[in-house]
């Protein structure tokens, strides 16, 4: 009894990490800088992030730092490809699973170059090793992001947490 | 059915915590990114020791009741992160912060335009991002020094403090037309972008005219902005001359800063000069 116990924990705590959409909530713009964020140029960004977070997962869980490219850029993109090799090394997998997302874009450059997003997220982390779950947990936490436009979409350059 | 299912959340929920219960761990809320920190734990035995974040990976085979000791630089890239300590009988976690390493080493700075009339109201706009040597976004407030200056020395300045390690200036373009040095710096830390000046539009048009045989040879002072700098070559200036009824409108470019053109001698012909919203003066030819 207390195997199969078990193994129904496993099996719920397994398909707690399929694809859910997350819930979001999108707090108005309370921009700092003199450039107005139209409704689409925001709806893009937010769009893209959001993505971004559904490419993280991908990645980070099949172990596979090529799933970031079409999302991530630079320093943000640097570290979580090192990360993926890292964890590759010490047979890790780790699985983000983002539930609700609350968004607000804070800053819109001047230039209209960068857009800073704040996002506190309620998201659960498995890790496995050699895979076995050794633990899932819940975190929330505030993310700052900064999304830079490239040829058809915004990336995320920034990608960095805090305690909430 | 929902209570059963209700109990088996509690046996499982009672069953981990009496797992727990082999070992515990104590490490500080946050450390700063690349300094040294420990993790104490208790109890006895092995166990498996896992800090995970998006930003990096660490696993160490650890004793329980042993301080397990991270060298600086073992972790560097801010975020939160979280630390498991995993035993036979199961695992204990903890959230912690890395933060970023206080001191400013890079700058990441945007400035707009490159080329501009002098004399624009908050015409030229930068933003910068603070970064400390891990690249990590330094997001407590810090104050970053804004300025723009010329060759004559002129120069303005602003301070501003970042928000989420984010800042943001619009200053004016100064009178003078040539190149200006845009500077975002601090605690040591600049970043310089080159800002080139150019006259504005027209300020006034004063011409002359003079007969050369048949034609008339209208020609301008040099034509100035407000700021007195000479309006770019290529600028257009055009001349309209009007006569018995008729009408004959020449574009000119200006070449060095003066505008010239050969129109026919009509007499009583009144002939005005212009350049975009920018009137001249107006000439009643009489004839010689």
Redo the contacts between chains.
């Keep these: 009894m207390?195997c199969l116990?078990?193994i129904?924990?496993l099996c719920v705590a397994t398909s707690s990490f399929a694809a859910d959409d997350p819930e979001v909530h999108i707090e108005p713009s309370h921009l700092?800088?003199?450039r107005v964020l139209e409704k689409q140029t925001e709806a893009a960004a937010i769009r893209d992030y959001l993505q971004a977070w559904h490419s993280?997962r991908s990645a980070?869980a099949e172990s596979r730092s090529e799933l970031l490219d079409a999302s991530f850029i630079g320093?943000a993109r640097d570290?979580?490809a090192?990360?993926i090799v890292?964890?590759d090394k010490?047979?890790?997998r780790?699985r983000?699973q983002d539930r609700a997302h609350d968004l607000q874009v804070?800053?819109y450059?001047?230039?209209g170059?960068?857009i800073?997003i704040?996002d506190r997220i309620d998201y659960d982390?498995q890790?496995l090793?050699h895979d076995k779950v050794?633990?899932t947990?819940r975190?929330n936490?505030r993310y700052?992001a900064?999304l830079t436009p490239s040829e058809v979409r915004w990336r995320v350059r920034?990608?960095?947490?805090?305690?909430n | 059915m929902t209570f059963r299912v209700a109990l088996?959340v509690i046996?499982?929920s009672a069953?981990q915590a009496a797992s727990a219960q082999g070992a515990t761990m104590t490490l500080a809320?946050?450390i700063t990114a690349g300094s040294a920190f420990s993790i104490q734990s208790t109890g006895s035995g092995n166990a498996?020791l896992?800090i995970?974040?998006?930003?990096?990976?660490v696993?160490r085979d650890v004793r329980l009741g042993e301080a397990v000791n991270f060298p600086a630089g073992t972790l560097y890239?801010?975020?939160?992160y979280?630390v498991?300590l995993?035993t036979a009988n199961g695992?204990e976690?903890r959230?912690f912060?890395v933060?970023p390493a206080g001191q400013p080493v890079a700058l990441s700075f945007?400035?707009?335009p490159s080329r501009l009339p002098v004399r624009l109201h908050?015409g030229i706009?930068?933003?910068v991002?603070v970064f400390d040597p891990y690249?990590?976004?330094i997001?407590q407030p810090t104050p970053v020094l804004f300025e723009i200056s010329t060759g004559s020395g002129t120069a303005q300045t602003r301070k501003v403090l970042t928000?989420?390690?984010?800042a943001?200036t619009?200053m004016d373009s100064t009178a003078r037309e040539g190149a200006a040095r845009f500077v975002a710096q601090l605690d040591g830390v600049s970043s310089t972008r080159v800002i080139q000046q150019v006259p504005g539009d027209p300020c006034g048009l004063k011409m002359t005219a003079r007969q050369v045989g048949p034609k008339l040879v209208l020609e301008t002072d040099p034509v100035r902005d407000c700021s007195g700098n000479i309006v770019f070559d290529g600028t257009i200036v055009t001349f309209t001359e009007t006569y018995n009824g008729g009408e004959s409108t020449v574009d000119v470019p200006l070449k060095r800063g003066v505008a010239r053109v050969e129109m026919p001698a009509y007499s009583d012909a009144r002939i005005s000069v212009a350049s975009g919203v920018v009137m001249g003066n107006e000439i009643r030819w009489r004839g010689r």
Excluded: M
């Design positions: 207390r116990t078990i129904c924990l700092q800088g003199p993280l980070l320093d570290k979580l090192a990360t890292e964890q010490l047979g890790i780790t983000y804070v800053f450059s001047p230039e170059l960068s800073q704040v982390v890790i090793d050794i633990t947990q975190l936490v700052i900064v920034i990608l960095q947490g805090q305690a | 088996l046996a499982v069953f809320e946050s498996v896992y995970v974040g998006l930003g990096q990976v696993r890239s801010a975020g939160r979280l498991v995993a695992s976690s959230a912060n933060v945007l400035a707009k908050d706009t930068g933003a991002y690249q990590n976004l997001t928000r989420d390690g984010a943001w619009a």
